[in-house]
Nanobody, 119 residues
């Protein structure tokens, strides 16, 4: 059973940066599409970004385009989310997920890591 564990969340000031990591165990991520999702307080979960199995294709929510970068290292069984120019509205629990395609209800989920953007 594939297990995903996120790390790298924390408190950051507006305009700052954070890099989230998601490490997998119990299987290889090589053949999965990987995604980052987030859920802000009182809001529904939303998709942030996905990357294909080879890393060749990525997509981003309009709200994070130009600020966030998704990447993966299949040798390390890890996916990353580099978050720059953070805004208070980026505050949320961030989840990584894996599936054969990028979709709202991915098959495998981590437990999430909290990102708080505040001065």
């Amino acid at each position: 059973q594939l297990q995903l564990v996120e790390s790298g969340g924390g408190l950051v000031q507006p305009g700052g940066s954070l890099r989230l990591s998601c490490a997998a165990s119990g299987g290889t991520l090589d053949y999965y599409v990987l995604g980052w999702f987030r859920q802000a307080p009182g809001k529904e979960r939303e998709g942030v970004s996905c990357v294909t199995s080879t890393g060749g294709t990525t997509n981003y929510a309009d709200s994070v385009k130009g600020r966030f970068i998704i990447s993966r290292d299949n040798a390390k069984n890890t996916v990353y989310l580099q978050m720059n120019s953070l805004k208070p509205e980026d505050t949320a629990i961030y989840y990584c997920a894996a599936d054969i395609r990028c979709r709202r209800d991915m098959d495998y989920w981590g437990k999430g890591t909290l990102v708080t953007v505040s001065s």
